[in-house]
């Protein structure tokens, strides 16, 4: 679920961005180009979410040891 909510926000705030700077660029607007992007950018949301946060489990174990 938590993927499904990361990519469907993903595709909105992109298409957002697209839009806007396609206006403030005054060049054409780009749904396809927009959707490839947007998903890109979750999928780099999903990775730095999934390695960044420290495992708990993890931390535990490691304390134990040196202990």
Do not use: C, R
């Amino acid at each position: 679920m938590y993927y499904i909510v990361t990519f469907v926000w993903a595709i909105l705030l992109g298409q957002i961005v697209g839009f806007l700077g396609g206006a403030l660029s005054k060049s054409p607007y780009d749904f396809k180009m927009t959707l490839i992007a947007s998903i890109i950018a979750a999928v780099f949301v999903i990775i730095i979410g999934k390695f960044a946060v420290p495992d708990e489990k993890k931390s535990v174990s490691n304390d134990q040891k040196h202990a």
